[in-house]
Nanobody
């Protein structure tokens, strides 16, 4: 099993910055793609940024140029640096892991998905 714990959320003024951290522990052997999602009240959960096991990144159009996702595989950590925060960025931010394990040449890969508890980010004056 895998456990994900987010930290770094809080209250910040528009234009400010926050750095979110996600610590992964447990059986993380295999290829894992990490992502940050967010969900505001009454809205669907959306992908904010993702980083593959090889370091390839992707961002939602709404955060391009403002957010940066990174990972430190030696520490089993993933980060989300958020700059130029806007009120519409207010949401609960969740860390996600998509884990692929190789089961053999005949069986191929299996996939597991894990979520953290979330950390609140509030952007307000």
């Amino acid at each position: 099993q895998v456990q994900l714990v987010e930290s770094g959320g809080g209250l910040v003024q528009p234009g400010g910055s926050l750095r979110l951290s996600c610590a992964a522990s447990g059986r993380i052997f295999g290829f894992n793609d990490m992502g940050w999602y967010r969900q505001a009240p009454g809205k669907e959960r959306e992908l904010v940024a993702g980083v593959s096991s090889s370091g390839i990144t992707t961002y939602a159009d709404s955060v391009k140029g403002r957010f940066i996702i990174s990972r430190d595989n030696t520490k089993n950590m993933v980060y989300l640096q958020m700059n130029g925060l806007k009120p519409e960025d207010t949401a609960v931010y969740y860390c996600n892991m998509d884990l692929q394990r190789f089961r053999g040449f005949s069986d191929g890969f299996t996939r597991e998905n894990y979520w953290g508890q979330g950390t609140q980010v509030t952007v307000s004056s």
